[in-house]
T-cell receptor, first 115, second 112 residues
Framework: NAGVTQTPKFQVLKTGQSMTLQCAQD?????MSWYRQDPGMGLRLIHY???????DQGEVPNGYNVSRSTTEDFPLRLLSAAPSQTSVYFC??????????????FGPGTRLTVL | KQEVTQIPAALSVPEGENLVLNCSFT??????LQWFRQDPGKGLTSLLL?????REQTSGRLNASLDKSSGRSTLYIAASQPGDSATYLC???????????FGAGTTVTVRA
């Protein structure tokens, strides 16, 4: 298994540009989520999905959209990039949200800089 | 709101010494607690997951304990090695919530 994969690894955008961060998992996990990691702020949840076709907002959803058309993929879209969105973005998945299978597995991250 | 604290923020030990990393949380109504390792510029690697009904979990040289009533978890790493140098994060999932609340991490340096 490749686990959780993310592309690209690095990205530089100009203010106002849009882009999609890709996330895929090959473990048939129901639950997927996106976090951002910022110095001094720790990791914060952006959006999550409990299954194909079901998404919801986390702590810091403004400026981001998600969709989940398949079990495997959970892309994160930046609608109009702002310097405040400069961060490291991590995608995570777990087998389910049930107690026993809730261990979260993280991808390698995408380092985004918005100029 | 769940607050997760990790003290100390940084730790330096000689090789062979046992490591003790602390994590405290304010809301004891947790679903589970997970310990992660993060190497510089890399993603998070899951080390141990402790369910709220468990008191400890072990994997190789790693042992994590959980005291829900006092809002504490401790990660023990036996006989540390230079390869254990990394940042260790604890994360708590509160009941009826999907997100993980993370601590800021403890950065460990093991000196050869």
């Amino acid at each position: 298994n490749a686990g959780v994969t993310q592309t690209p690894k690095f990205q530089v955008l100009k203010t106002g540009q849009s882009m999609t961060l890709q996330c895929a998992q090959d473990m048939n996990h129901e639950y997927m989520s996106w976090y951002r990691q910022d110095p001094g702020m720790g990791l914060r949840l952006i959006h999550y999905s409990v299954g194909a076709g079901i998404t919801d907002q986390g702590e810091v959803p403004n400026g981001y959209n998600v969709s989940r058309s398949t079990t495997e993929d959970f892309p994160l879209r930046l609608l109009s990039a702002a310097p405040s969105q400069t961060s490291v973005y991590f995608c995570a998945s777990s087998r389910s949200i049930d107690r026993v299978y809730n261990e979260q597995f993280f991808g390698p991250g995408t380092r985004l800089t918005v100029l | 709101k769940q607050e997760v604290t990790q003290i100390p923020a940084a730790l330096s030990v000689p090789e062979g010494e046992n490591l003790v990393l602390n994590c405290s949380f304010t809301d004891s109504a947790i679903y589970n607690l997970q310990w992660f390792r993060q190497d510089p510029g890399k993603g998070l690697t899951s080390l141990l997951l402790i369910q709220s009904s468990q008191r400890e979990q072990t994997s190789g040289r790693l042992n994590a304990s959980l005291d829900k009533s006092s809002g504490r978890s401790t990660l023990y790493i036996a006989a540390s090695q230079p390869g254990d140098s990394a940042t260790y994060l604890c994360a708590v999932r509160v009941s009826n919530d999907y997100k993980l609340s993370f601590g800021a991490g403890t950065t460990v340096t093991v000196r050869a």
